[in-house]
């Protein structure tokens, strides 16, 4: 952290039950040279990592479902999100991580994940960054059910779609999470599948 414009008066932290809060003072120097004190509740989830699993011979990518509390407590009816697999990298590196999750949610093995980008998901609350990844996945991959970890309380379904099923799935809203929106677009500018 070092930019000139910013200040850090204090820190005040408002929870570390699951995740951090934390309470942010701060005088900011505006365009006009004048100090600014700001106060912002920062979230500190850690980073993330993400993965679009794509077969471009089947023309098919494997999605997760889930229930999701804080869609539901947004108006998501059932909280059940469509989602590519991700998880947080607590304190693995990206690929380790991507690599685990994958296995853990979907059943299948990936060897050579690329990663496409990473992406401050909400800036203006959440520090979390995703490294986001796509993956080919073929049958022979396939080692378990995948499902999540019990001791996570995981309980994913597994789907296989086709490809332009699932850019229809956006379309109609039915899938309306940003880093699997942001994957199956890159998809498809790239023509992957």
């Known amino acids: 952290m070092n930019n000139p414009k910013i200040k850090i008066n204090n820190v005040k932290n408002l929870a570390n039950d699951h995740y951090k809060l934390d309470k942010v003072n701060f005088d900011f120097k505006t365009k006009n040279g004048s100090w600014q004190n700001q106060n912002r509740e920062c979230y ?76 401050y998901s909400t800036p203006g609350a959440v520090t979390e960054k995703i490294h986001y990844f796509i993956a080919e996945y073929s049958d022979a991959m396939k080692i378990s059910e995948g499902g999540g970890l019990e001791k996570e309380t995981e309980e994913i379904e597994v789907i296989e779609f086709n490809f332009e099923e699932s850019l229809e799935l956006i379309s109609t809203g039915k899938i309306c999470d940003a880093k699997t929106v942001i994957l199956l677009q890159y998809a498809k500018i790239n023509k992957l599948v």
């Not at 889930?66 to 999100?81: A, E, V």
């Not at 469509?82 to 990936?110: F, M």
């Open 44 to 119: 500190d989830r850690g980073d993330g990592a993400c993965v679009l699993l794509y077969n471009p011979l089947k023309k098919t990518v494997i999605l997760t479902k889930q229930f999701r509390m804080p869609s539901y407590l947004n108006g998501n009816d059932d909280g059940m999100m469509l989602e590519v697999c991700a998880g947080l990298l607590d304190a693995q590196d990206p690929i380790t991580c991507i690599k685990n999750e994958a296995e853990e949610e979907t059943g299948y093995k990936i060897n050579n994940p690329k990663k496409v980008f990473e992406i």
